[in-house]
């Protein structure tokens, strides 16, 4: 007959290690499926044959993109300046096309006309979810006295 002794301290020593692994697991799930949203722009694009846009104006274009592996619900999206007189700007399109459900992988655009923009002035670029998040993107790192020195636009 074969006898087996575990002893107590075996046991500790391997529920220590079980329960460490499987925390790390769960750290990196909960980690890897968080919403990631990631904002781009550009500048000058024009639209054709779109008749909500007129295609002889330049736009501002705010791109959001979820890089999560959850779906995120994007309300809005805008300007930020740094003037007293129009400090937000909402883009339209957050009104016309209403929120946008964003998959994983998926983007969406928020045009904004060009010539109402101030870019001497913009600080950041932003976006909000159906839960009130708001992420945001910086612009310009330079400080606003050095902004009109060094930007061309």
Same mark, same amino acid.
């Given at each position: 007959?074969?006898?087996?002794?575990?002893?107590?301290?075996?046991?500790?020593?391997?529920?220590?290690?079980?329960?460490?692994?499987?925390?790390?697991?769960?750290?990196?799930?909960?980690?890897?499926?968080?919403?990631?949203?990631? =904002?781009?722009?550009?500048?000058?694009?024009?639209?054709?044959?779109?008749?909500?846009?007129?295609?002889?104006?330049?736009?501002?274009?705010?791109?959001?993109?979820?890089?999560?592996?959850?779906?995120? *619900?994007? *309300?809005?999206?805008?300007?930020?300046?740094?003037?007293?007189?129009?400090?937000? *700007?909402?883009?339209?399109?957050?009104?016309?096309?209403?929120?946008?459900?964003?998959?994983?992988?998926?983007?969406?655009?928020?045009?904004?006309?060009?010539?109402?923009?101030?870019?001497?002035? =913009?600080?950041?670029?932003?976006?909000?979810?159906?839960?009130?998040?708001?992420?945001?993107?910086?612009?310009?790192?330079?400080?606003?006295? =050095?902004?009109?020195?060094? *930007?061309?636009?």
């Amino acid at each position: 007959m074969i006898k087996i002794e575990i002893s107590a301290s075996s046991v500790v020593w391997y529920a220590a290690i079980v329960a460490t692994l499987s925390f790390i697991l769960s750290a990196y799930h909960i980690v890897r499926d968080r919403a990631r949203v990631i =904002l781009k722009f550009r500048k000058n694009m024009r639209v054709h044959g779109v008749p909500a846009y007129k295609p002889d104006k330049n736009y501002f274009v705010i791109t959001v993109i979820n890089r999560g592996r959850r779906p995120v *619900t994007i *309300t809005r999206a805008g300007c930020k300046f740094r003037q007293k007189e129009k400090p937000w *700007t909402i883009a339209s399109d957050s009104f016309f096309y209403g929120s946008r459900e964003l998959r994983e992988g998926k983007s969406t655009d928020f045009l904004i006309e060009q010539p109402s923009i101030d870019f001497s002035r =913009l600080l950041f670029i932003w976006a909000d979810d159906a839960t009130g998040r708001i992420y945001k993107k910086r612009i310009s790192y330079l400080p606003f006295f =050095l902004r009109k020195i060094f *930007t061309k636009d």
